[in-house]
């Protein structure tokens, strides 16, 4: 769908929300991190898969300028979404998803900013 002589928007653009369904056969810029989990895991544990994956890469930075030079959407971590999002439509999921993270640090370990990280993170969570 045009909204401009010069910008051509994705058709899921214009949605407030989006479902994995609605992600299934949309052209995919496949983004894994170096990690075990990305989309096709995730689209995968939901029993779903995704039928038109353009492109794989292993950087986040990669995958959001194929999005923006109009190759595919992506499942991007919002800790990894870029501070300058011109070009990009930003929608969250329905249901949303969650990341859990652990830390880890040397049992015994000596260095300070490693003791105080871990005693806010116990503070926190």
């Excluded at 895991?41 to 950087?59: F, K, N, Y």
């Excluded at 930003?90 to 969650?98: I, K, Q």
């Amino acid at each position: 769908m045009k909204t401009s002589k010069e910008k051509l928007w994705h058709h899921l653009a214009q949605h407030k929300e989006l479902s994995l369904v609605e992600l299934t056969n949309e052209p995919f810029v496949l983004a894994t991190g170096g990690c075990h989990v990305h989309a096709a895991s995730i689209m995968a544990d939901a029993g779903l898969s995704l039928s038109d994956v353009r492109i794989e890469v292993r950087d986040w930075v990669s995958a959001v300028a194929l999005v923006r030079a109009g190759e595919g959407i992506s499942l991007v971590p919002e800790s990894n979404l870029p501070e300058n999002r011109k070009g990009l439509r930003v929608l969250p999921l329905n249901p949303p998803m969650c990341r859990q993270f652990g830390m880890m640090v040397p049992k015994h370990s000596t260095s300070r900013p490693a003791t105080l990280m871990m005693e806010l993170t116990k503070k926190r969570y």
